[in-house]
C-alpha cells in the first residue's frame, strides 16, 4: 500500500498539470467568432434596443384601442345659513344644516376615422424596429470580424514564433559546429562569439515576440468572454478560405447585404409614412363614445327608490380642422425634402461601398501575389543558406556570410507566414464590406 505522504505528493504534483488544462482552450476561427458574438456586451446593448423598439411598436398598437375612464365622486355640505328669501318678500325656502350627494361618471370613447394617422404610426414603428435589427446585424459583423482580426494577429505571433525557434536550434547547432572548428583550429574565436551574438540577438526577438503574444492572447479572451488567463491554442484560420469570385460580384453582394444601404431603404420608406401622415392633417376625424351618469342627492352611499338618476348618452364627433388646408403645405414640402435627403445619402453610400470594395478587392489580390514573390524568395535563400554553410565548412566563406545567409532564410520564412495571414485577413476584410463576413 502507498503510504499517505507518497499520495500527497502525486496528488500535489497533478494539481499545477490540471490548473493548467484548465486555463488552457483550443479554438479554431469559427468557434472563435460563435464564442465571441454570444458574449459580446455591444450585441446586447443592440438587443436590448430591438426590444425598445418592439415595446415602442406595442404602444402604437395600443393607441388604436378605445379609452374609457371612471370616476366618483362625494360630495358634503355645510350650511350654516338654513332659510333663503326669496327677494321682493316672496316666500322662503328652508335648506337643511348639511347634505350629501354621490355623483359618478363612466365614459368610452373610439376612434373610428382619424385621416389614417394611426395606421401610419404603426406602420412607421415597424419599420423602425426593422432599422434597429440592421443596427444589430450591423454590429454582429464589426464584432466578427474584430475576433477575426484578432485571431490573425494571434495566428502571426504564433507562426513567427515557430520559425524563431527553429532558427534557435540552428544557431545551437552552429555554436557546437563553430565551437569544434575552433578547437581543430579552423577558425577563429571571432566566428564563435559572432554565432553566440545572433543567437542573443534572435533572443532578444524571441522574448519580444512572447510580449506581443501574451498582450494580444489577453485581448481576444476579453473579446470572446473568456477567463483572462486562458491561453488560447490557435488552428490555421486559412484552411476554411474559399476563392475570390470577381470584383461585381462583390459589389452585387454588398448592394443586397449592406446593413447601411438596406437601412436608408426603410428609412426612405418611413419618410414615405411621415408625408402621409403630415398630408392627414388636412382629413376631418370621426369619434363615437357612450357616456353613463350616477347621480345620487339623497345623502345615502345607497339611495331610497327613484331618488337617484342614471342617464346615458351616446354621441359621435366629427372635427375638422379646416385652417390645414392652407398651412399643411410648407410642412409636406419639408417633409419630401427630408425624403430627398435620404435619397441623396444612398447614392453617396453606395459611391463609397464599391471604392471600398475595389480597395478591399486590389488589396487581397497584392496580398495573395506577395505569397508567390515570398515562396519563391524561400526556395532561393535556401539554395543560398547551403551554399554558405558547405562554403563556411569548407572555409571559404567567412561566419559573416554564413550568418547573413541564415538570417535572409528564416526572416523570409517570417515574411511568407505574415504574408499568408494578411492574405487571409484581407479575404475577410472584403467579405466584411460586403456586408456579410460569413458566406
Partial sequence: MIPKSIRLMLVASLIPAALFAQ???????????ELGIANSKNLKLSQNKIDEAVAKLEIV????????????LYNHAEIPTTTFTLPGGGSSLHLPKRADAFVGTAAIQELVYGGGKLKYAKESTKLLADVARLDADKNKEEITYAVINTYYSLYKVAQSRKVVDQNLESIAAQIKQAQRFFEQGIVTKNDVLRFQLQQANITLSQMDIESNRKIINYNLDILLGLPEDTEIKIADPNAGLKSVGSLSEYIDLAMANRQEIKQLDVQNKVADYNIKTIKANTLPTVGVGANLYYINPSGSFV??????????????????NIGNLWTNKNKVSEARIQQSAITVQKDILTDQVKTDINKNFQTYQVAVNKIQVLETSIAQATENDKLLASKYKNNVASVTDRIDAETLLYQAKINLEIAK???????????????KITQ
Fill in 421 to 435: 495571414a494578411d492574405a487571409g485577413l484581407a479575404y475577410y476584410t472584403l467579405l466584411k464590406s460586403t456586408g
Fill in 303 to 320: 339611495p331610497p327608490v327613484n331618488q337617484y338618476l342614471l342617464p346615458v348618452t351616446i354621441g359621435a364627433t366629427v372635427s375638422w
Fill in 23 to 33: 486555463s488552457t482552450k483550443e479554438l479554431n476561427i469559427n468557434q472563435a467568432i
Fill in 61 to 72: 398598437k395600443d393607441n388604436a384601442l378605445p379609452s374609457a375612464n371612471a370616476s366618483f
